[in-house]
T-cell receptor, first 111, second 111 residues
């Protein structure tokens, strides 16, 4: 089945220790997104890629970076995680119809 | 004014009844809308998309779009306890696929 995969599902990191989250897709969609979602809040868009064209939201902290080495993979790097970065990180993809399909998410805990 | 607004709930619905969820939007979004279901601790799952005025039905779900009044709604017929979740309304905001999410409405179906 075509899908969006995220690894790891749960990540625990220490305050200030860099962490990388990964996302892969078999849908062959050209757009990939990273969202941050905290409890009882809507998903907050951090970045998106249209093919290799990178776009970050104006309020995305510099602490967050992203890479998309090819169509199938996308990475989210948090250079120095703070306690406020603890959240669910969601990867999504979309095609020409703009329907976004989400991966299962990575729950990040910062200690 | 927020671009996409939903009542946060919780919306309590007896099993077997119809759950009615509403979402209003501003002029700043486009005319394509999406409903997602999100179980606690899980990622959003696309239920329906709607692009034109009127009703769209898929199984027990019906989405309704009224462009003149700037609202979009979701009806869940024959509600089941498994429908208990948060329902997110999202609007397409530009041509590459960026979505603006509402805060979500929590639905609780009681046996």
């Amino acid at each position: 089945d075509a899908m969006v995969i995220q690894n790891p599902r749960y990540q625990v990191t220490q305050f200030g220790k860099p962490v990388t989250l990964s996302c892969s897709q078999t849908l062959n969609h050209n757009v990939m997104y990273w969202y941050q979602q905290k409890s009882s809040q809507a998903p907050k868009l951090l970045f998106h890629y249209y093919d290799k064209d990178f776009n970050n939201e104006a309020d995305t902290p510099d602490n967050f970076q992203s890479r998309r080495p090819n169509t199938s993979f996308c990475f989210l790097d948090i250079r120095s995680p703070g306690l406020g970065d603890a959240a669910m990180y969601l990867c999504a993809t979309s095609g020409v119809d703009h329907e976004q399909y989400f991966g299962p998410g990575t729950r990040l805990t910062v200690t | 004014q927020k671009e996409v607004e939903q009542n946060s709930g919780p919306l309590s619905v007896p099993e077997g009844a119809i759950a009615s969820l509403n979402c209003t939007y501003s002029d700043r979004v486009s005319q394509s809308f999406f409903w997602y279901r999100q179980y606690s601790g899980k990622s959003p799952e696309l239920i329906m998309s709607i692009y034109s005025n009127g009703d769209k039905e898929d199984g027990r779900f019906t989405a309704q779009l009224n462009k003149a009044s700037q609202y979009v709604s979701l009806l869940i017929r024959d509600s089941q306890p498994s429908d208990s979740a948060t329902y997110l309304c999202a609007a397409l905001t530009d041509s590459w696929g960026k979505l603006q999410f509402g805060a979500g409405t929590q639905v609780v179906v009681t046996p």
